[in-house]
């Protein structure tokens, strides 16, 4: 007998004989046989070939479910001509408990244990006990076996997850006497990020020590009971994270609106012990669960009158606790600033729309596309921005003229004379307009072919807009808000009102769900009043914001808008592109140069980055020239890595800024935008040209600049990682039991891995703010070791670990993977793939591009504020512009996003919180994250003492390296 670390025993027979007689004693007891090998010189076969230098590897799981035995053990039973001799089998005489090996078998019946010894005839050792009984056996091999009623075996494999209830490596689970019951439910429309959701509420409740169970179809499962209430598993909601719909069903059920119907599904959750509910779902389905809660006492008093309940149940059933999550596609709900779903459905939107413009083009058509939004205009504005599209039509904001239509027309003729071949308009299936008549595809059809003789069509996309895989930010969304409405229900108190889970600034809250679904309500009320000011209010806070943004920067010449700037304001803008090319760079670019013409400025494309800038290749940027740039992946202008300053001679720089006249630098890029802006203000001192507002725009898969939350570029990036992931689990399932290793960008930053691996369900990430050490290495053998035994015998799971390229020189991607292989015991094989430059992704996020618009908009502004002083005095005192607009500190900056705000920040502010030796932030937001990776892939199904070895490993990883704990902040 060999005990492998943690996570199984071995055991070896050297002849069929003794191996068979082995499995039948082990199947005995309830060992299921969960794999079975045949190895020869190292290869793997199939099975039925005995020859003598052949291994057979059994590998046996307790069933617990089945037999008597309670502790959860693996037994790996190999039959080797070449293993020791099995007849030595200790000495009847002595006491077997001074055996320095045996293996512990936990039973809460050891009369009965005895009696099966006894069919089986094997030799046994009583040793009762005053507190217990204990039971000496020998298995067929000669092995001690000890069959024992209690528990404490401290140290041993055996004391793991006695109770079916994993430790989480949050140190946080304490088994409670009486288990939370918490039951989830997805109800209303299906939105793409319920699975994941329902996933890491399951996980997560497991993790806690809690019973999970999920209520299928919605309310109508509730009402129905039976069947519909399940007991889920860990395993029950495995590969659920890449998953469209909702796997537990949803439905619109009418009886939940009755008080008999809710008595009903009162009723079955009290006999089965549920105390909790968490709801997935759109406000009607919300407003559901709180009438629910609020009937409650009223609820179990009725069920116990009609003794349909006990009063211990009634009793113990006193409160329900509901915590809501909301899903839906439309963004619809007031409060939280995007809801699970909303994202994903952009995506399909965006699909369908640069599909549709490519043929547009081609036959120099317009199209009306309509999307979903009865209420709701999110969609289609965020949609509008991040196509291209010419005009949108929402509910909240109608258009400000009666004649809306022969605005619509002028407009597109004039876009049509500049040379535009396409026209595209999106109308939400709500829009109205200023008199609350409706705005339909075929109205505004009519409009384009019958005044203009535009060839139109209508494409109204419907329920795609529902479908697919979830996208990687509704994955991450619905993970963190799953994880903090298991937290919302284990922290809910009796007299607090039913929380619900949002997303505000950027982070996961918690606000009353009744509030905000009666501001959500109030929505639809405010438009019926024609209050549309309230009616923007009312959404998220970049909504107005963002409309503004789209009207700015797609309609030519607005007089509508009335946005342009007097004579002396206007700005020569130059826009310059840096660093690895990212996803929405050009539509940053489209958006200044169109913003920029639009307030009058005269904006100018600088080609090939600062090397371009210094031999003077740049040129009038013009509307028509940024056309169709918002769903062009790359750089459009060129980019490189050379810094002004570092690369490029700064008094070049200065030199080809003041003969070009520059007023304003717009730099898009990631960490030597940075750089370049840091250098270009020490610059300043001796030239006076670089005495100008300079501004950089965020731009690089890495997310490591800092005064930004997301860089452009991170989320086509995740998409991209995410989608890749998805592909090699599949191949990795199919094939064989296989890890992949799979390697990702990010310089010294782990932003892709942490985000992608808890988008991609990955089984554990190495990151540079960790490092990766021997011990960690083993640690994770281990587990995986264990989740492969843990899986079926005819399943043929897949896994993936994350690896940043720069995370270890020692253990590259492929040492890693070989050390897998080889210690994965024939259990599991591993590969790997290093993704490289996919991660730029092809056609850039909508995210992205929505983001792109934004920031490119604010830095145009920026550049305006910090240069308005100077042109005003100069302007006033009838004197000639100055080459030096200004040399304040806060006008070189980044325009970042924070939260859910673009926010200005100066270098200056920005250096003493940057590592520019790591090229990234001192702190990052995104590293609260980085527990669930592991969390959620069951790494808290692992032995107590090998999660005690990792927690030690990090503790000792983190107070070694500053700034590694730094950015666990
Ligand atoms: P969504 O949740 O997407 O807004 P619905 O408005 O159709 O979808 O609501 C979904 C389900 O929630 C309904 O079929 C019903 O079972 C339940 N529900 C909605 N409103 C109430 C209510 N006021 N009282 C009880 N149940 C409700």
Not at 277 to 304: M, N, Q
Not at 473 to 496: M, S, Y
Not at 525 to 542: G, H, S, T, V, Y
């Amino acid at each position: 007998m060999q005990l492998e670390g943690f996570s199984h025993i071995s055991l070896r027979a050297n002849s069929p004989i003794k191996f068979e007689e082995t499995l039948h004693f082990y199947n005995a007891f309830a060992f299921k046989k969960c794999l079975d090998q045949l190895r020869s010189n190292g290869k793997e076969q199939t099975n039925g070939d005995d020859e003598e230098n052949h291994i057979r590897n059994v590998w046996l799981k307790l069933d617990t479910a089945r037999g008597n035995l309670t502790n959860k053990l693996i037994i790996k039973l190999s039959l080797s001509a070449s293993a020791v001799d099995c007849d030595q089998k200790p000495n009847e005489d002595v006491d077997w408990g001074l055996e320095e090996q045996v293996i512990v078998l936990i039973t809460k019946d050891i009369d009965k244990v005895r009696s099966q010894l006894q069919e089986l005839g094997a030799s046994v050792q009583d040793v009762p006990e005053s507190d217990s009984e204990k039971l000496y056996a020998l298995d067929p091999l000669g092995n001690v076996l000890l069959f024992t009623n209690k528990l404490a075996f401290p140290g041993l494999l055996n004391e793991q997850s006695h109770e079916g209830v994993p430790a989480s490596i949050e140190g946080a689970a304490q088994p409670a006497e009486q288990p939370r019951k918490i039951a989830v439910l997805t109800s209303g429309g299906d939105a793409p990020g319920m699975n994941p959701c329902v996933r890491a509420v399951v996980r997560y409740g497991i993790s806690k020590g809690c019973e999970m169970y999920a209520v299928y179809e919605g309310y109508q499962g509730l009402v129905d009971g039976g069947s519909q209430i399940r007991r889920m598993d860990w395993k029950s909601v495995r590969g659920w994270i890449r998953v469209g719909g909702t796997s537990i069903g949803t439905a619109r059920c009418k009886p939940f609106q009755t008080s008999e119907g809710r008595l009903q599904g009162a009723e079955n959750l009290i006999k089965r012990g549920i105390d909790s509910i968490i709801v997935c779902g759109g406000d009607g389905s919300l407003t559901g669960a709180d009438v629910f809660r609020s009937e409650w006492p009223g609820l179990v008093d009725t069920l116990k009158d009609a003794n349909r309940i006990s009063a211990e149940q009634a009793e113990k059933h006193k409160h329900l606790t509901i915590v809501g999550l909301v899903g839906s596609i439309d963004n619809d709900m007031s409060s939280t600033d995007i809801t699970i779903g909303a994202v994903t459905s952009l995506h399909r939107i965006c699909e369908a729309v640069d599909s549709i413009n490519t043929t547009a083009l081609s036959h120099s058509r317009a199209f009306v596309v309509e999307v979903m939004g009865r209420h709701c205009g999110w969609l289609a504005l965020m949609a509008g921005i991040a196509t291209g599209a010419d005009f949108v039509f929402i509910p909240e904001r109608p258009p400000s003229e009666d004649d809306w239509e022969s605005r619509l027309c002028n407009v597109t003729q004039r876009h049509r004379d500049l040379g535009k071949r396409k026209t595209v308009v999106i109308v939400a299936e709500g829009a109205l307009d200023s008199s609350l008549k409706p705005i339909k595809a075929d109205h505004i059809k009519s409009i384009l072919c019958d005044r203009l003789g535009v060839d139109t069509r209508v494409t109204t996309l419907g329920h795609v807009q529902r479908g697919g895989s979830p996208c990687a930010a509704d994955r991450v969304l619905a993970t963190i808000q799953g994880v903090e409405a298991v937290r919302a229900v284990l922290t809910a108190k009796i007299d607090t009102p039913s929380p619900l889970i949002i997303s505000r600034n950027n982070r996961v809250a918690t606000c009353p769900l009744m509030q905000a679904v009666e501001l959500t309500h109030e929505v639809a009320k405010a438009i019926q009043e024609k209050n549309f000011a309230r009616a923007m209010e009312l959404r998220d806070p970049q909504f107005a914001e963002e409309f503004d943004a789209f009207t700015a920067s797609t309609i030519l010449d607005d007089c509508n808008a009335n946005i342009v700037l007097p004579d002396h304001r206007r700005l020569r803008i130059a826009i310059v592109h840096i660093g690895a090319p990212s996803g929405g760079m050009n539509a940053a670019t489209r958006t200044a140069v169109r913003y920029a013409l639009n307030r009058g400025h005269h904006p100018i494309a600088v080609y090939n980055g600062f090397s371009g800038l210094v031999r003077g290749t740049m040129q009038d940027a013009t509307w028509i020239g940024v056309d169709g740039w918002t769903s062009h992946g790359g750089s459009e202008l060129g980019t490189n890595r050379h810094v002004p300053g570092i690369d490029v001679d700064m008094g070049m720089v200065a030199y080809q800024m003041q003969k070009n006249k520059i007023q304003g630098l717009m730099v898009v890029g990631g960490f030597e935008a940075f750089s370049s802006l840091v250098e270009l203000e020490k610059g300043r001192k001796y030239y006076p040209s670089l005495c100008v507002p300079i501004c950089h725009l965020p731009a690089t898969i890495s997310n490591n600049v800092p005064g930004t939350d997301y860089s452009l570029g991170t989320d086509t990036s995740l998409n991209a990682i995410v989608s890749s992931c998805d592909a090699i689990g599949q191949s990795a399932r199919s094939s064989r039991r296989r890890v992949f290793v799979v390697e990702v960008q990010g310089g010294k930053s782990g932003y892709l891995a942490v985000e992608a691996g808890l988008a991609s369900g990955a089984n554990t990430i190495y990151i540079p703010e960790e490092g990766i050490t021997l011990s960690r290495l083993q640690s994770d053998v281990k587990h995986l070791l264990a989740m492969y035994m843990d899986d079926d015998a005819d399943m043929s799971e897949g896994r993936i670990i994350l690896r940043t390229e720069d995370v270890s020189e020692t253990y590259t991607t492929d040492v890693i993977s070989n050390i897998l292989k080889d210690e994965g015991h024939q259990l599991f094989d591993s590969r790997t793939a290093v993704l490289g430059h996919i991660q730029q992704g092809d056609t850039p996020s909508p995210l992205d591009r929505i983001r792109a618009t934004r920031l490119a908009m604010r830095c145009v502004q920026f550049i305006e504020d910090h240069s308005s002083n100077a042109l005003d005095k100069a302007h006033g005192e009838k004197q000639p512009v100055p080459v030096e607009l200004t040399d304040c500190d806060e006008s070189v900056a980044v325009v970042g996003i924070s939260g859910a705000n673009v926010k200005n920040n100066s270098i200056k502010e920005l250096l003493p919180i940057t590592d520019l030796k790591k090229r990234k932030p001192r702190a990052a937001w995104w590293f609260e994250h980085r527990p669930l990776v592991d969390l959620l892939s069951g790494r808290g199904m692992f032995t107590p003492q090998a999660q005690k070895l990792l927690a030690e490993e990090h503790n000792s990883d983190n107070s070694s390296n500053e700034n590694s704990s730094n950015n666990n902040q």
